[in-house]
């Protein structure tokens, strides 16, 4: 059994591997392949995290979905049944990624398309702990990887559905970060390779400044959202700076490309139009409002906040300054008038700005979801984040 100095010691990257006090290989991509076993060991080694990665990747399906109806994620578990037929699926049904392929996608009774998410969740999830062992070896360090992983794959997930990042899934990494910088205090030692556990504790400290501050700007910019900003405020203070910056890079590239092909594909004149029709939208709305006597009080434009995605428009009552109005506005009416016109419009984020008389106007704006973008980053920088480091300067 491993002690606490050289679990201490493993996590400073002085020894790799808890379980065998060897002297630490030169640090590469494949830190598995390092002749410490066999070849069909370490081939065990990497096939165990895949399946184990697609087993947790069938759980974190269940955690997206639960977090976004506010259901426990523990508890009484209906057993999995069609979406559409309501058959109960057979314990051959629920095996992650293979029965989805076996069953070419479709119920086995009803025929009905299964949504390929499950299946798209349970791959990645696979993906990232394959790629965390062969990169990190048996080490404390693939154990963070892993939490890591499950982590910006929940904050994703939610992202792309709702277009929001859970605190929870900050909070996390954030941890992780903690665990990261105590670590740091205690065993950074500087003739040693730099890893996440092993560079002077304070880098932690700057990587959640140096990355939260930038993102907190774009987002008062509206480029982005509040919660890329805690998801980066943790995984700068995990990564330290160093790391962190070429995490943002790559998060903000692969954004910027898939934010212009998401542009790209949608009809020229749908902003303008979806515009059109929100103002029209409430501007009735108002009106009824005011009928019922309820206005925004003279002096005052409260704006109303928003999104409409995917034909689901969701303008948080929350965002309505109270002490602005006289009475209180029937946001949910306002939610079914917009979902009922606004069906065809996927992402857009709203605001209404009106006065005591009328609506001043209405603002639209596209929305990228970077949520996934931003975690390919945050995972590259954990992984190999000194790699892509050094790899830039020696290009110059
Ligand atoms: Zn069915």
Excluded at 196 to 205: D, G
Excluded at 335 to 345: G, K, P, R, V, Y
Excluded at 355 to 379: E, H, W
Aim: neutral net charge; hydrophobic residues 50%.
């Amino acid at each position: 059994m491993p002690d606490l100095l050289s679990a201490l010691k493993c996590m400073s990257g002085e020894i790799t591997y808890i379980w065998f006090d060897e002297p630490e290989p030169e640090k590469n991509m494949l830190s598995i392949f390092d002749g410490r076993f066999p070849v069909y060991f370490t081939v065990i080694f990497i096939v165990m995290a895949f399946i184990l990665g697609a087993v947790i990747g069938s759980f974190l399906n269940v955690v997206i979905i639960r977090t976004q109806n506010k259901e426990p994620i523990t508890g009484a578990h209906n057993r999995s049944h069609c979406m559409s037929c309501g058959t109960q699926l057979k314990a051959i049904d629920l095996i992650p990624i293979l029965s989805y392929i076996f069953l070419g996608g479709k119920c086995r009774t009803c025929k009905a398309k299964i949504s390929p998410r499950y299946w798209i969740v349970e791959l990645t999830t696979a993906v990232a702990f394959t790629l965390s062992i062969i990169t990190l070896g048996l080490s404390f360090s693939l154990l963070m990887a892993f939490v890591l992983a499950a982590a910006l794959i929940v904050a994703s997930g939610i992202d792309i559905d709702k277009m929001e990042i859970p605190y929870g899934c900050s909070i996390v990494i954030a941890g992780l970060g903690v665990i990261a910088t105590v670590a740091s205090i205690f065993v950074y030692d500087p003739t040693k390779a730099a890893s996440v556990f092993n560079m002077p504790w304070y880098e932690h400290l700057i990587g959640a400044a140096a990355i939260s501050v930038p993102f907190a700007i774009f987002a008062l910019f509206g480029a982005m959202g509040g919660g890329d900003v805690h998801l980066m405020a943790g995984a700068g203070l995990l990564l330290g700076w160093k790391n962190a910056i070429p995490a943002a890079a790559i998060g903000i590239i692969l954004g910027a490309i898939g934010g212009s092909i998401e542009l790209l594909s949608i009809p020229k004149g749908t902003k303008k139009l979806a515009k059109e029709k929100a103002l029209d939208i409430a501007g009735k709305w108002y009106d009824s409002q005011k009928e019922n006597g309820i206005t925004v009080l003279e002096g005052k434009t409260e704006a109303i906040y928003g999104s409409i995605f995917k034909g689901k428009s969701d303008i948080e009552p929350e965002c309505i300054d109270q002490k602005c109005w006289k009475g209180t506005p029937d946001i949910a009416s306002l939610n079914n008038m917009l979902d009922a016109e606004l069906s065809d419009i996927t992402k857009f984020g709203i605001s209404i700005v009106l006065d005591d008389k009328k609506v001043v106007k209405v603002n639209c704006k596209r929305q990228v979801v970077f949520g996934p973008y931003l975690s390919v980053g945050i995972f590259a920088g954990f992984l190999i984040g000194d790699m892509i480091v050094s790899w830039y300067t020696k290009m110059f």
